[in-house]
T-cell receptor, first 116, second 115 residues
Framework: EPEVTQTPSHQVTQMGQEVILRCVPI?????FYWYRQILGQKVEFLVS????????KSEIFDDQFSVERPDGSNFTLKIRSTKLEDSAMYFC??????????????FGPGTRLTVL | DQQVKQNSPSLSVQEGRISILNCDYT??????FLWYKKYPAEGPTFLIS?????DKNEDGRFTVFLNKSAKHLSLHIVPSQPGDSAVYFC??????????????FGSGTQLTVLP
């Protein structure tokens, strides 16, 4: 069964460093998403991406964040200058349909980002 | 921001019995609701969904009920099995200005099925 994959599974970085989290969405999916879950908190939406551009972004997704689809298979989240509060589990998701009501999002296993 | 609420942080059920997980929402614009299951150190796994034009959707042991007037949905698992022990998240999406939809999650309910 096709699945979303993410690398690395765990990333440790120093505050102020740049990190890139990678995702390979399900191959025939058109819509891509990043969410995060800070320990003990809800899963929160960060950004959605369609047709090589950002569709929507939340207040969390400030200028320190960027997303890219550098080739036909990868979808990346970059954090330019990490802060302690960026420590969280980051989930990539993808969906097939055109953003309609039956748009089921499938999630990857997550990357645990630890900022020291 | 409490647009999707799961008021029970935990639920314990005996194996073979019914598990009922509840979820409330406040945003009338939500028109699609999903349940995800999550094991520790894994991503949310899609379980079942329901569109706002329906009031029930069934898939094997899992049934989701939607009460739009009460802005309430529930997930029934019958019969419950020890492998069902996980955190269950309710999520909702609705029309947005962008072409892709964002999910709003509840805080989750830890289900423990006792053998």
């Amino acid at each position: 069964e096709p699945e979303v994959t993410q690398t690395p599974s765990h990333q440790v970085t120093q505050m102020g460093q740049e990190v890139i989290l990678r995702c390979v969405p399900i191959s025939n999916h058109l819509y891509f998403y990043w969410y995060r879950q800070i320990l003990g908190q809800k899963v929160e939406f960060l950004v959605s991406f369609y047709n090589n551009e950002i569709s929507e972004k939340s207040e969390i997704f400030d200028d320190q964040f960027s997303v890219e689809r550098p080739d036909g298979s990868n979808f990346t989240l970059k954090i330019r200058s990490t802060k302690l509060e960026d420590s969280a589990m980051y989930f990539c998701a993808s969906s097939q349909l055109a953003g309609g009501p039956s748009d089921t999002q499938y999630f990857g296993p997550g990357t645990r980002l630890t900022v020291l | 921001d409490q647009q999707v609420k799961q008021n029970s942080p935990s639920l314990s059920v005996q194996e073979g019995r019914i598990s009922i997980l509840n979820c409330d929402y406040t945003n009338s614009m939500f028109d699609y609701f999903l349940w995800y299951k999550k094991y520790p150190a894994e991503g949310p796994t899609f379980l079942i969904s329901i569109s706002s034009i329906k009031d029930k959707n069934e898939d094997g042991r899992f049934t989701v009920f939607l009460n739009k007037s009460a802005k309430h949905l529930s997930l029934h698992i019958v019969p419950s099995q020890p492998g069902d022990s996980a955190v269950y998240f309710c999520a909702a999406s609705g029309f947005t200005s962008g072409s892709a939809r964002q999910l709003t999650f509840g805080s989750g309910t830890q289900l423990t099925v006792l053998p």
